[in-house]
T-cell receptor
Framework: GAVVSQHPSWVICKSGTSVKIECRSL??????MFWYRQFPKQSLMLMAT?????????EQGVEKDKFLINHASLTLSTLTVTSAHPEDSSFYIC????????????FGAGSRLTVL | DAKTTQPPSMDCAEGRAANLPCNHS???????VYWYRQIHSQGPQYIIH???NNETNEMASLIITEDRKSSTLILPHATLRDTAVYYC??????????FGTGTRLQVFP
């Protein structure tokens, strides 16, 4: 079945630094990837949609200059949290679609970011 | 905004069937019903989806009412490992998934 890998699975950084999270589709080409974040005891909130070779589409209220998304290839999308602050601490999850014959979205295991 | 309504929590005894309801009274004709679950601190896991016919796979069964305004996810023999938050989502294929608050299912021994 389709596998989506996220790296790192957890990261701790200092306030003001930038952090990059990678999302890879391991056995299929993902034309579209979605980025979510989840705060404790809350549901997943969609942040943005990225399509390979074009600019990401951000959901209302999500700062595109704060959360940089790059979908450079059909198997890789990256989310960079720029100038991270403690309120950016969250669980970031990506999902990917594009596997032939299915419209099911496959999710990564998530990346937990803690900003000190 | 999420287009579904689910009870916030449910309990189920191990080995019994878990029936999780979902209301989606404003569903459009081209929207599918998807079910995902999220075990603590993991990414969501796909369970099943359907348009209007009932569906079954190795994980669960999906029963959709004839008017498509509600559905039920059935886990036929719940185990402790089925404890998770279950999300019912309506979606046009190829569109994004918008998560609601889901149902927290607790399976007890």
């Amino acid at each position: 079945g389709a596998v989506v890998s996220q790296h790192p699975s957890w990261v701790i950084c200092k306030s003001g630094t930038s952090v990059k999270i990678e999302c890879r589709s391991l056995d299929f080409q993902a034309t579209t990837m979605f980025w979510y974040r989840q705060f404790p005891k809350q549901s997943l909130m969609l942040m943005a949609t990225s399509n390979e070779g074009s600019k990401a589409t951000y959901e209302q209220g999500v700062e595109k200059d704060k959360f940089l998304i790059n979908h450079a290839s059909l198997t890789l999308s990256t989310l960079t949290v720029t100038s991270a602050h403690p309120e950016d601490s969250s669980f970031y999850i990506c999902s990917a679609s594009g596997e032939l014959g299915t419209n099911v979205l496959t999710f990564g295991a998530g990346s937990r970011l803690t900003v000190l | 905004d999420a287009k579904t309504t689910q009870p916030p929590s449910m309990d189920c005894a191990e080995g019994r069937a878990a029936n999780l309801p979902c209301n989606h009274s404003t569903i459009s004709g081209n929207e599918y019903v998807y079910w995902y679950r999220q075990i603590h601190s993991q990414g969501p896991q796909y369970i099943i989806h359907g348009l209007k016919n009932n569906e079954t796979n190795e994980m669960a069964s999906l029963i959709i009412t004839e008017d498509r305004k509600s559905s039920t996810l059935i886990l036929p023999h719940a185990t402790l490992r089925d404890t998770a938050v279950y999300y019912c989502i309506v979606r046009v294929n190829t569109d994004k998934l918008i998560f609601g608050t889901g149902t927290r299912l607790q399976v007890f021994p």
